[in-house]
């Protein structure tokens, strides 16, 4: 086969074609996001490339991922949020998001340092579709406000488990205790630091820092992810309860990060004491 040379549009093209496959042929459902999103001209150019270079479509599309990433990691930021995006739409267009869809797009949110959460912004408030004419328009749009609070994953960790405490009432001693086993204290300290500094008031505006926790949570690993949200489960389950309130808060997660609640609970039982 022969290098491949794509332009950002046929590299966004590319991704989307790779996550299309990932779980099946492309559904009709995904046929459509694929027209709204991306000029006709350049899908039919980038197959021309494929064929030029010798790559078997679409047994061979597997092979073009680094080739995505680098053609795309030095263009604007806005316009790889936009590739994100696009792929995002995709992976939920048939109604079910299948994990080796969302493996490929948290690897090319990796790859382009940006946030898949942020992508996920993008596809609900700033994603037009495709104009013949005036092209690729909506990533130039004004840049959204991202979420205040820049969390490590331990701080985001330790602010999900505050809010799960706080959820019914006002945390308990065992509640309390979960988070200090889990969590260290500098972690704690340096999140109170970041919440005082962006002007959030605690607890009343700890719902705020939800977005921010999400936005981090997105950038972890799914082992991470999934020992966060189990040690949030235990928090839940100290005082020997688990309120609708508690489970609905950690189903919210699991639903942004696209995580079975039955998989928390597995993993729940397997975090050391």
């Known amino acids: 086969m022969k290098k491949l040379d794509l332009t950002p549009v046929e590299a966004g093209i590319a991704l989307s074609t790779l996550v299309a496959f990932s779980d099946d042929?492309?559904?009709?459902?995904?046929?459509?996001?694929?027209?709204?999103?991306?000029?006709?001209?350049?899908?039919?150019?980038?197959?021309?490339?494929?064929?030029?270079?010798?790559?078997?479509?679409?047994s061979d599309l597997k092979t073009?991922?680094?080739?995505?990433?680098?053609?795309?990691?030095?263009?604007?930021?806005?316009?790889?949020?936009?590739?994100?995006?696009?792929?995002?739409?995709?992976?939920?267009?048939?109604?079910?998001?299948d994990q080796n869809e969302m493996q490929i797009l948290s690897k090319a949110a990796a790859g382009l340092e940006v946030s898949l959460y942020d992508?996920?912004?993008?596809?609900?408030?700033?994603?037009?579709?495709?104009?013949?004419v005036t092209g690729y328009e909506d990533y130039?749009?004004?840049?959204?406000s991202g979420p205040v609070l820049e969390l490590t994953l331990e701080e985001a960790g330790a602010a999900l488990s505050i809010l799960v405490g706080f959820s019914d009432d006002d945390p308990s001693d065992?509640?309390?205790?979960?988070?200090?086993?889990?969590?260290?204290a500098e972690s704690i300290t340096s999140l109170f630091e970041k919440l005082k500094a962006a002007g959030v008031e605690y607890p009343d505006s700890l719902p705020?820092?939800?977005?921010?926790?999400?936005?981090?949570?997105?950038?972890?690993?799914?082992?991470d992810q999934l020992r966060m949200l189990a040690i949030a489960w235990k928090v839940a389950a100290a005082d020997g309860t688990i309120d609708e309130l508690e489970t609905g808060l950690i189903k919210e997660f699991c639903e942004e990060l696209v995580i079975g609640l039955a998989e928390v609970k597995d993993y729940f039982k397997a975090v050391p004491e």
């Open 25 to 58: 042929n492309p559904s009709e459902e995904e046929g459509v996001i694929m027209r709204k999103y991306y000029r006709s001209a350049d899908a039919d150019s980038f197959q021309k490339k494929l064929e030029e270079a010798g790559y078997s479509y679409p």
């Open 64 to 97: 073009l991922f680094p080739v995505v990433i680098d053609t795309l990691k030095s263009v604007p930021v806005d316009f790889r949020l936009r590739t994100i995006a696009v792929g995002y739409l995709l992976a939920r267009a048939d109604g079910n998001v």
């Open 119 to 132: 992508a996920k912004v993008f596809a609900e408030e700033r994603l037009k579709e495709i104009d013949e």
């Open 140 to 144: 130039r749009a004004a840049s959204f």
């Open 174 to 184: 065992a509640e309390a205790a979960v988070m200090r086993e889990y969590f260290p």
């Open 208 to 223: 705020e820092t939800k977005e921010s926790i999400k936005k981090t949570f997105s950038m972890a690993s799914r082992d």
